[in-house]
T-cell receptor, first 112, second 113 residues
């Protein structure tokens, strides 16, 4: 079945540090890939997405590239801010499947 | 766009009771899904509704049921509550075929005691 594995947290960085959160997936077909962010006490917000191999999703300085050869969709940001502190979820969805599969989430804390 | 709104935001129930959670989908979205998010975990798919019919279900027992109404609002009903049902319940909506991205509500925090 389809599944997502992302690096365990928590991750603690200083402001302006480089961020990488690893995500790999297993899928039977050709899924779309997503990163969602969850701030304390809130639901999930779509951060970025990629719908086919080699696509790069980007938003608010975050980027992730859909790598079919390594089945990966790692999240990166060149310079994190305190306001980026949140839990980040990698997810996949296939057109013929009704559900979106999420990773367990990675908590990021950015210190001033 | 009005976004996805859920009610109530918090709820405490006793084991064995029944609960109904409500969701108002984003305007124009005809597909709604419900997820259960246990503390420290990723969301787990419960089921999805499209045009008032259930068209997908995750690994949850029949005591988890739902409804979708003509105005695309929806309900999640849970019977015979168990302590393990304590979680954040998330509603998510999308238009069929919009690139598969969902808009999530802020969730209902259910505590079963």
């Amino acid at each position: 079945g389809n599944s997502v594995t992302q690096m365990e947290g928590p991750v603690t960085l200083s402001e302006e540090a480089f961020l990488t959160i690893n995500c790999t997936y297993t899928a039977t077909g050709y899924p779309s890939l997503f990163w969602y962010v969850q701030y304390p006490g809130e639901g999930l917000q779509l951060l970025l997405k990629a719908t086919k191999a080699d696509d790069k999703g980007s938003n608010k300085g975050f980027e992730a590239t859909y790598r079919k050869e390594t089945t990966s969709f790692h999240l990166e940001k060149g310079s994190v801010q305190v306001s980026d502190s949140a839990v980040y979820f990698c997810a996949l969805s296939e057109y013929n499947n009704n559900d979106m599969r999420f990773g367990a989430g990675t908590r990021l804390t950015v210190k001033p | 766009e009005t976004g996805v709104t859920q009610s109530p935001t918090h709820l405490i129930k006793t084991r064995g009771q029944q609960v109904t959670l409500r969701c108002s989908s984003q305007s124009g979205h005809n597909t709604v899904s419900w997820y259960q998010q246990a503390l420290g975990q990723g969301p787990q798919f419960i089921f999805q509704y499209y045009r008032e019919e259930e068209n997908g279900r995750g690994n949850f027992p029949p005591r988890f049921s739902g409804l979708q109404f003509p105005n695309y609002s929806s309900e999640l009903n849970v019977n015979a509550l168990e302590l393990d049902d304590s979680a954040l319940y998330l509603c998510a909506s999308r238009s069929q075929g919009n690139g598969y991205g969902y808009t999530f509500g802020s969730g209902t925090r259910l505590t079963v005691v």
